[in-house]
Nanobody, 124 residues
């Protein structure tokens, strides 16, 4: 069993930055693909970014490329999402997810464990 706890969300203005963190419990962190998804009110959950088990491969949604960076620290059992140049359309609840397997999929059903989410609100 893996437990994920996100932090770092908040209310910011357009153009500001935030860094989200997700701490994982359990011994499978270093063997898990980690990802971030988000869900805005009235919309489906969507993929944001994923990082492979040792961090050698990342995938980022097109609208976030050049602004968001996913990274991980296996010594700290933590995955990060650095978000720069935030826009109002980035407003959502951001979820951390884990997949105890190889690959960097972008579909939510590929991930087995989920955190409770952290709210990010970007004002215009």
């Amino acid at each position: 069993q893996v437990q994920l706890v996100e932090s770092g969300g908040g209310l910011v203005q357009t153009g500001d930055s935030l860094r989200l963190s997700c701490i994982a419990s359990g011994r499978t962190f270093s063997t898990s693909t980690m990802s971030w998804f988000r869900q805005a009110p009235g919309k489906e959950r969507e993929f944001v970014a994923a990082v492979s088990r040792i961090g050698g491969s990342t995938v980022t949604r097109n609208s976030a490329k050049g602004r968001f960076t996913i990274s991980r620290d296996n010594e700290k059992n933590t995955v990060y999402l650095q978000m720069n140049s935030l826009k109002p359309e980035d407003t959502a609840v951001y979820y951390c997810a884990a997949r105890p397997a190889a690959g960097v999929p972008t579909q939510a059903y590929e991930y087995d464990y989920w955190g409770q989410g952290t709210q990010v609100t970007v004002s215009s």
